[in-house]
């Protein structure tokens, strides 16, 4: 069990986060594993949402990973994520409904960093449009300070951190009422992981995977837990199976008080 925390990571993980880089060829080296192990989709409409101050070149990896899997997969097309600006709100809501319409079927949102906070912030806002939402490294619990962005944060959006609340979806600690997965690493450098995770019930999950935060989405472990849940039958979502091979690359994961 865990508690929220109002601490940021420590610098010495913050400085672990050049990880990410060899992280990245740790994902080319094991595509063609992940190729073979990870299931095909449904053909479900997916939207990846990126971090703060990037953009979608940094889902890149990701979303042809889950397009070799069957996924119809989109960016969010809005260019950097410099947090919640005007219309960025707006831009989302149209861009989930253009893709609803288009593909006729539910979307399922995978969000890294401030795009999970998107990410399940839609999940609450149109419950009806959405299949299910991942998170990766996302802090939506605990103190917004315990971050080692939030000054940048601060400085790219124009707003306190302590703001979100007021803004889409209402508080953010508060879970979608759709299938929720939080992908969470215990050496997270920027975000506290004590706050990227969330409370176990029917329709909510945590997966811990052990690597970086920069490095959360092309991260082998967390990219096959992505496509691993993408893959469940509409109607019929189940906690993440850690039998098997899985047991070695996924520990218990944790969860709040």
Same mark, same amino acid.
């Given at each position: 069990?865990?508690?929220?925390?109002?601490?940021?990571?420590?610098?010495?993980?913050?400085?672990?986060?050049?990880?990410?880089?060899?992280?990245?060829?740790?994902?080319?080296?094991?595509?063609?594993?992940?190729?073979?192990?990870?299931?095909?989709?449904?053909?479900? $409409?997916?939207?990846?949402?990126?971090?703060?101050?990037?953009?979608?070149?940094?889902?890149?990896?990701?979303?042809?990973?889950?397009?070799?899997?069957?996924?119809?997969?989109?960016?969010?097309?809005?260019?950097?994520?410099?947090?919640?600006?005007?219309?960025?709100?707006? @831009?989302?809501?149209?861009?989930?409904?253009?893709?609803?319409?288009?593909?006729?079927?539910?979307?399922?949102?995978?969000?890294?960093?401030? @795009?999970?906070?998107?990410?399940?912030?839609?999940?609450?806002?149109?419950?009806?449009?959405?299949?299910?939402?991942?998170?990766?490294?996302?802090?939506?619990?605990?103190?917004?300070?315990?971050?080692?962005?939030?000054?940048?944060?601060?400085?790219?959006?124009?707003?306190?951190?302590?703001? @979100?609340?007021?803004?889409?979806? @209402?508080?953010?600690?508060?879970?979608? $009422?759709?299938?929720?997965?939080?992908?969470?690493?215990?050496?997270?450098?920027?975000?506290?992981?004590?706050?990227?995770?969330?409370?176990?019930?029917?329709?909510?999950?945590?997966?811990?995977?052990?690597?970086?935060?920069?490095?959360?989405?092309?991260?082998?472990?967390?990219?096959?837990?992505?496509?691993?849940?993408?893959?469940?039958?509409?109607?019929?979502?189940?906690?993440?199976?850690?039998?098997?091979?899985?047991?070695?690359?996924?520990?218990?994961?944790?969860?709040?008080?």
């Amino acid at each position: 069990m865990a508690e929220a925390t109002s601490i940021a990571p420590r610098k010495a993980l913050l400085l672990m986060e050049g990880r990410a880089i060899p992280e990245l060829f740790g994902f080319a080296a094991a595509l063609p594993t992940l190729s073979l192990l990870a299931p095909r989709g449904d053909g479900q $409409p997916v939207l990846v949402l990126p971090g703060l101050t990037t953009n979608d070149t940094s889902t890149i990896a990701m979303r042809r990973f889950l397009k070799s899997k069957g996924y119809p997969t989109y960016g969010w097309k809005m260019g950097l994520n410099l947090g919640p600006r005007p219309g960025v709100e707006r @831009g989302l809501i149209d861009l989930v409904e253009g893709l609803h319409e288009e593909h006729g079927r539910k979307v399922s949102i995978v969000g890294w960093s401030l @795009g999970g906070i998107y990410a399940r912030q839609l999940g609450k806002m149109m419950p009806d449009k959405i299949r299910q939402v991942i998170s990766m490294g996302s802090p939506f619990g605990g103190s917004p300070r315990a971050t080692n962005a939030w000054r940048v944060y601060e400085m790219a959006s124009g707003q306190s951190s302590h703001d @979100g609340e007021r803004h889409m979806g @209402g508080a953010i600690s508060a879970p979608p $009422p759709v299938p929720t997965t939080a992908i969470y690493s215990k050496t997270d450098g920027v975000c506290a992981w004590q706050n990227c995770i969330e409370a176990h019930s029917e329709i909510a999950e945590n997966i811990e995977v052990k690597g970086s935060h920069c490095g959360l989405g092309h991260h082998p472990a967390a990219v096959y837990a992505v496509a691993d849940r993408l893959a469940q039958p509409e109607g019929d979502w189940q906690h993440f199976d850690r039998s098997g091979f899985k047991s070695v690359l996924y520990p218990e994961p944790v969860y709040p008080h």
